[in-house]
């Protein structure tokens, strides 16, 4: 509890969030001011139409005269506070001014009010103070000092009351009672509201900071990515072009041949995977759309699977299905090229060697449905949630020792969402897996 009376914002943000509340109390100084003017205004005009009525109300003049002090004053501070917004921030002397003068004409005139109300005895009626209180304590931020200063102008007030109120010894004792009451009362809400305020700001401040932080790391993980990814490169076309000649050569030993198309094969997977890399670094920004096309799907699935086909073994076999009509969508050719591609090689290398994997191509309202199914090792049920992260922990090797990064799969989602469409799987564990994808129909 006393900590909490002590208790600072943090020195590193202090700064920061004096300027901020100091705005802010001059927001509530003008919100403030136009509702006391408000008010006021329909108090002065209810005295104009029914005057006989209400000038014989006990002090009459006393509550005239606090209804003018409440005009002119909320006037003048919604002038000020108008102006004051409109100055720049390092004129914090002026703002603070402002909000401790307003605090100060608030307190004044709900005593004032109470203090009439109540016939001189101003414990007797208090809900006009309270309400003053519980506004300044809500509405505006203010130092320990600053609220100390406002507790003690209320038992101050309350002493100058029974000075000049004809009230007797016990009556004024209530009164200095109840005025240390309402003073606590001001000093611990104004704490709590301060330091609530305060700790909500230092914690915003923190997740900006962290925010920051994550992104200044992930751009330079981006570049360091970007860097390695380009000067691999060379050395590896390098490479695959000198085990491509080598391989030409007709007096290559058996032994020798092998292990040139294992460099061979090993670079062309390094080239892939840096490709993947360059590709999840270039397409940071996967709501960006694609430069697109129209094509008709029937025949560019067509054409993959008759590729695919024609590079594996007779054995293993891709089926293709689809309607007799064409479907016809907008569709950037070479980024989608690389989600079938992906697709029917991940089949490929999940399913026993006999097994066949399945292209299909249909409609459903205004989408092309896309299915690739295979029958092979399928997915735990626990790598489902992960299967389309970056650097995916789902990846897995594929049957015939095939590596993974676990970037494939990432690619062909923002790929597909780049073209306002998604991707669905559903697979059971050693029955084999359908990834469907659904893109826009041409229009």
């Given at each position: 509890m006393f900590n909490l009376f002590r208790y600072k914002t943090p020195g590193k943000y202090a700064d920061e969030f004096r300027v901020?509340?100091?705005?802010?109390?001059v927001k509530q100084v003008k919100t403030l001011s136009w509702l006391i003017l408000i008010i006021a205004s329909i108090v002065r005009l209810a005295n104009i139409l029914f005057y006989e009525n209400l000038n014989v109300i006990p002090r009459y003049q006393e509550y005239n005269l606090i209804n003018y002090i409440?005009?002119?004053?909320?006037?003048?501070?919604?002038?000020?506070?108008?102006?004051?917004?409109?100055?720049?921030?390092?004129?914090?002397?002026l703002k603070k001014t402002l909000t401790l003068l307003f605090?100060?004409?608030?307190?004044?005139?709900?005593?004032?009010?109470?203090?009439?109300?109540?016939?001189?005895?101003?414990?007797?009626?208090?809900?006009?103070?309270?309400?003053?209180?519980?506004?300044?304590?809500?509405?505006?931020?203010?130092?320990?000092?600053?609220?100390?200063g406002f507790s003690f102008y209320i038992i101050l007030l309350f002493i100058i009351s029974i000075s000049i109120s004809s009230l007797n010894i016990q009556e004024k004792i209530f009164n200095i009672i109840v005025s240390i009451v309402l003073a606590f009362v001001l000093f611990g809400f104004s704490?709590?509201?301060?330091?609530?305020?305060?700790?909500?700001?230092?914690?915003?401040?923190?997740?900006?900071?962290?925010?920051?932080?994550?992104?200044?790391?992930?751009?330079?993980?981006?570049?360091?990515?970007?860097?390695?990814?380009?000067?691999?490169?060379?050395?590896?076309?390098?490479i695959e072009a000198l085990s491509t000649m080598m391989l030409m050569e007709e007096e290559v030993q058996k032994n020798v041949q092998e292990e040139v198309e294992m460099v061979l094969?090993?670079?062309?997977?390094a080239k892939t995977i840096i490709y993947d890399l360059l590709e999840v670094i270039q397409e940071s920004n996967a709501n960006t759309l694609l430069p697109r096309e129209e094509i008709n799907l029937s025949s560019f699935l067509d054409q993959i699977?008759?590729?695919?086909?024609?590079?594996?073994?007779?054995?293993?076999?891709?089926?293709?299905?689809?309607g007799k009509e064409p479907v016809y969508a907008m569709v950037n050719p070479s980024k989608f090229l690389r989600v079938i591609d992906n697709l029917i090689g991940n089949a490929l290398k999940f399913s026993p060697y006999h097994a066949p994997v399945y292209v299909s191509l249909e409609t459903e309202d205004t989408q092309a449905l896309i299915t690739v199914t295979d029958f092979g090792i399928g997915i735990p049920p626990e790598l489902l949630d992960k299967l389309f992260d970056q650097f995916s922990k789902a990846g897995r090797s594929g049957l015939q020792g095939e590596k993974s990064i676990g970037l494939g799969l990432h690619i062909c989602r923002q790929i597909i969402e780049q073209h306002q469409g998604e991707i669905l799987v559903n697979s059971t564990e050693n029955k084999g897996s359908s990834f469907i994808v659904r893109i826009p129909l041409l229009a």
């Open positions: 901020s509340y100091n705005s802010i109390n409440q005009i002119i004053g909320s006037a003048l501070f919604i002038m000020v506070s108008a102006r004051a917004l409109k100055t720049r921030q390092k004129k914090k002397l605090v100060f004409f608030l307190i004044s005139i709900t005593f004032s009010t109470s203090y009439i109300v109540s016939l001189h005895n101003t414990k007797n009626t208090l809900m006009m103070l309270l309400v003053g209180i519980v506004t300044v304590s809500i509405f505006f931020l203010l130092e320990r000092w600053e609220v100390i704490r709590y509201s301060y330091y609530f305020k305060s700790q909500h700001f230092f914690q915003v401040k923190q997740l900006e900071e962290k925010n920051r932080e994550v992104e200044q790391l992930n751009r330079q993980k981006g570049e360091i990515l970007a860097f390695v990814a380009h000067d691999l490169r060379n050395p590896l076309n390098n094969d090993s670079a062309k997977q699977v008759k590729t695919w086909q024609m590079n594996l073994s007779s054995e293993r076999k891709i089926n293709f299905q689809t």
